[in-house]
Nanobody, 117 residues
Framework: QVQLVESGGGLVQAGGSLRLSCAAS???????MGWYRQAPGKQRELVARITSAGDTQYADSVKGRFTISRDNAKNTVYLQMNSLKPEDTAVYYC????????????WGQGTQVTVSS
């Protein structure tokens, strides 16, 4: 059984920082890992994504402020979030695209990030 367990969300003031972590476990091979977010009343959107080779992709709204990284040996992906803004407030979901019998997307349960002004 594949599990993605997130940690690191919370409440922070504007301009502050948070670091999200997501550890994947189970019998599957991971390709891309990433973070998505969903604010109330809005669609889920990509925040950042990283391939197994370390290539990264960011949403325009977080470029220069967020950094995604991963530890392949630990099947863990991180999201360092700096200079946080109130508009970054959302539930953040970890995503992994992997093969556990077939190629598919796996999702974490989500972690709340709230940025106060």
């Amino acid at each position: 059984q594949v599990q993605l367990v997130e940690s690191g969300g919370g409440l922070v003031q504007a301009g502050g920082s948070l670091r999200l972590s997501c550890a994947a476990s189970g019998s599957f091979s991971i390709n891309n890992m990433g973070w998505y977010r969903q604010a109330p009343g809005k669609q889920r959107e990509l925040v950042a994504r990283i391939t197994s080779a370390g290539d990264t992709q960011y949403a325009d709204s977080v470029k220069g402020r967020f950094t995604i990284s991963r530890d392949n040996a630990k099947n863990t992906v991180y999201l360092q979030m700096n200079s946080l803004k109130p508009e970054d407030t959302a539930v953040y979901y970890c995503n992994a695209f992997g093969f556990g019998g077939r190629w598919k997307d796996y999702w974490g349960q989500g972690t709340q990030v709230t940025v106060s002004s």
